[in-house]
């Protein structure tokens, strides 16, 4: 059994009532590689931000669960010896699908986890959901639960359509199970191709696909139902265009990939939402240095070569997340 202060991690309750409180949002940023966790510390702590460390499933079958955790402890010394007095870093499962999986990684110094009962039916997930945070409480760790359905499709998520989180449920769901934030469906996806083609209006000038708006009239009226409750934004990832030109421009081909405006997710972020998940736009900041460093330097095959450019392309990114989107820097001394 390890316990997650142990490891100098905090769990989300005290960083969660501030960013609400504060009209900010914290970042949650997925990783599986060295190299991520290094650009998510470096942008954190450069930024002054607290910061949500998270793992999917399939991150701990890639990476294996017991370094990721060894990584998360790591980091914290990291941010430490880069200049950080007090981090504030999250370890938080992303998507955990049985109340083993969350239990496990509770008992192996997770801070926070998520359980995802969103696919199962209403009576189902509350169960779940009220299982896992029983045993969570118990431990100092928090729970996010899931009400409502995004679509797109990931290793260990899938769905085909997204059905929007009924307001009307919220209140009975967040009472019931005691969760201590809410993932909620308001019109993201996970991954790169947010939308379909067809559900896109076409910029004139540049020919982009230009996304239908987030409903923020459902975002309201849960805000209304659950005041100053937590909510997160899971498949909020921009897809920005520049990386994904550079991408298609050095052999990639990611045609017509679409993510979320920023001006949105700047907006969501002044509002009750105070988790924003983005793990896509790591993956393609990664991908478009790498194969720009291939296509431009053939002979070389030493990693480190084309892993530092792709690492300092993530920090960037993260950077620019949290100053210009989330607004939680300064936010961590
Ligand atoms: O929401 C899913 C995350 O992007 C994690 O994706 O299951 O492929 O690691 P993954
Ligand atoms: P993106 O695919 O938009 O980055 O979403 C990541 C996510 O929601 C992780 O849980
Ligand atoms: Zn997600």
Known sequence: ???????????????????????????????????????????????????????????RNYANGTILRYMAQGAVEYAKELGMANPQIVLHLDHGDTFELC???????????????????YEENIALTKQVVEYAHAHGVTVEAELG?????????????SHYT????????????????????????HGAYKFKPEQCTRDPKTGKLVPPPLAFDVLHAIEKKLPGFPIVLHGSSS???????TINAHGGKLPDAVGIPEEQ?????????????????????????????????????DPRQYLKPARENMKKMYIHKIVNVLGSDGKAE
Not at 115 to 120: A, E, F, R, V, Y
Not at 153 to 159: G, L, N, P, T, Y
Not at 166 to 189: N, Q
Not at 276 to 284: F, M, Q, T
């Open 149 to 161: 359905v995004l679509a797109g499709v990931e290793d260990e998520v899938q769905a085909e359509e």
């Open 103 to 121: 239990k496990d990684c509770i008992d192996n110094g997770f801070s926070s986890v998520m359980i995802d009962g969103s696919s199962k039916p």
């Open 265 to 301: 997710l700047r907006e969501a972020s002044k509002s009750a939402v105070c988790k924003i998940n983005i793990d896509s736009d790591s993956r393609l900041a990664m991908t478009a240095a790498i194969r720009k460093y291939f296509d431009e330097n053939p002979s070389h095959f």
């Open 1 to 59: 059994m390890v316990n997650y202060k142990d490891l100098g991690l905090v769990n989300t309750k005290e960083m969660f009532a501030k960013a609400v409180k504060g009209g900010y949002a914290i970042p949650a940023f997925n990783f599986n590689t060295m190299e991520q966790m290094q650009a998510i510390i470096q942008a954190a702590v450069e930024t002054k931000s607290p910061v949500i460390m998270q793992v999917s499933k399939g991150a």
């Open 239 to 245: 897809v920005p265009q520049d990386e994904v030109d």
């Open 166 to 189: 009924k307001p009307e449920e919220v209140i009975d769901f967040a009472t019931r199970t005691g969760c201590d934030s809410l993932a909620i469906s308001i019109g993201t996806s």
